[in-house]
């Protein structure tokens, strides 16, 4: 495969008696560029390289299966709930962003009184 990119299924196959090859060709997938958030920040999640966050600059670049998280800026939150975040040949499973939080639930009435919304 071409620099960059990922080598999935056998490096070699074997011509059978029937005429058939054994094994598949294998694919080269290709690299996702980590996305840049606004209100927020990506986080590789590999073990090779831990913590590796987004930075201005060169774009960041991981290979086929890699995953991000996202961590939102006070007041804000992920649009999808920390769904996991995955390259896939070149494109990710969802582009993730960040967007101002919402109450997540109404506010109990003080003890005689109201809440009004």
Do not use: F
Request: net charge positive; aromatic share 4%.
């Amino acid at each position: 495969c071409r620099e960059g990119m990922r080598l999935e299924g056998n490096t070699s196959s074997v011509c059978q008696i029937d005429g058939k090859w054994r094994y598949p060709l294998p694919q080269c997938l290709a690299p996702c560029v980590v996305p840049t958030v606004q209100q927020g920040r990506v986080i590789v999640s590999n073990t090779s390289r831990p913590n590796m966050t987004q930075s201005s600059g060169e774009p960041l670049m991981v290979t086929h299966g890699e995953h991000l998280s996202l961590e939102c800026e006070p007041r804000y939150e992920p649009t999808l709930n920390n769904t996991p975040i995955t390259c896939n040949n070149g494109t990710w499973s969802h582009i993730p962003r960040c967007v101002p939080a919402r109450c997540k639930y109404m506010a109990k009435a003080p003890r005689n009184g109201m809440v009004i919304a």
